[in-house]
T-cell receptor, first 114, second 114 residues
Framework: EPEVTQTPSHQVTQMGQEVILRCVPI?????FYWYRQILGQKVEFLVS????????KSEIFDDQFSVERPDGSNFTLKIRSTKLEDSAMYFC????????????FGAGTRLSVL | AQSVTQPDIHITVSEGASLELRCNYS??????LFWYVQSPGQGLQLLLK??????LVQGIKGFEAEFKRSQSSFNLRKPSVHWSDAAEYFC????????????FGQGTRLTINP
């Protein structure tokens, strides 16, 4: 069964460093998403991406965050200058269509900012 | 404010017992409704979804959920749980005003006693 793949599974970084989280969505999907879950809190939407541009973003997704689809298979989330509060589990998801479509999630990348 | 509430943070049931996990949402119109499950080290796996039509929906692994408009609820049920059902369960809503994002509840952690 096709699946969303995320790498690495765990990333440790120093505060102020840039990190790139990587995702390979399901191959025939057109919509891509990032969510995050701070320990003990809800899974929160960050951003959705379609047709090579951001289609929605939350208040969390400020100028420190960016997304990119650098080639036909990868979808990345970059955090320019990490803060302690960026420590969380980051989930990538993809779907074939928009609102009335199932989003398929990866296993997540746990980001630890020291 | 729009929200999804899972009142039970942690539930423990005995193997073979029945299960009901509660989910309530607060939106003006009927959103799209989902239940996801997360086993340790795994991504979020879709159990079932409701878009429209029959208010009792069947999912994978013997789970079902019932949409009750009058109560703004979408509770998840299983008649007889198995030890492998131990996991974190998330209720989510989507399609709010045409938006793509999913809004998640806090999650309910299910422990199974042998």
């Amino acid at each position: 069964e096709p699946e969303v793949t995320q790498t690495p599974s765990h990333q440790v970084t120093q505060m102020g460093q840039e990190v790139i989280l990587r995702c390979v969505p399901i191959s025939n999907h057109l919509y891509f998403y990032w969510y995050r879950q701070i320990l003990g809190q809800k899974v929160e939407f960050l951003v959705s991406f379609y047709n090579n541009e951001i289609s929605e973003k939350s208040e969390i997704f400020d100028d420190q965050f960016s997304v990119e689809r650098p080639d036909g298979s990868n979808f990345t989330l970059k955090i320019r200058s990490t803060k302690l509060e960026d420590s969380a589990m980051y989930f990538c998801a993809s779907s074939q269509g928009a609102a009335k479509n199932i989003q398929y999630f990866g296993a997540g990348t746990r980001l630890s900012v020291l | 404010a729009q929200s999804v509430t899972q009142p039970d943070i942690h539930i423990t049931v005995s193997e073979g017992a029945s299960l009901e996990l509660r989910c309530n949402y607060s939106y003006g119109a009927t959103p799209y409704l989902f239940w996801y499950v997360q086993s340790p080290g795994q991504g979020l796996q879709l159990l079932l979804k409701y878009f429209s039509g029959d208010t009792l929906v069947q999912g994978i692994k013997g789970f079902e959920a019932e949409f009750k408009r009058s109560q703004s609820s979408f509770n998840l049920r299983k008649p007889s749980v198995h030890w492998s059902d131990a996991a974190e369960y998330f209720c989510a809503v989507g399609g709010i005003q045409g938006a793509q994002k999913l809004v998640f509840g806090q999650g309910t952690r299910l422990t199974i006693n042998p």
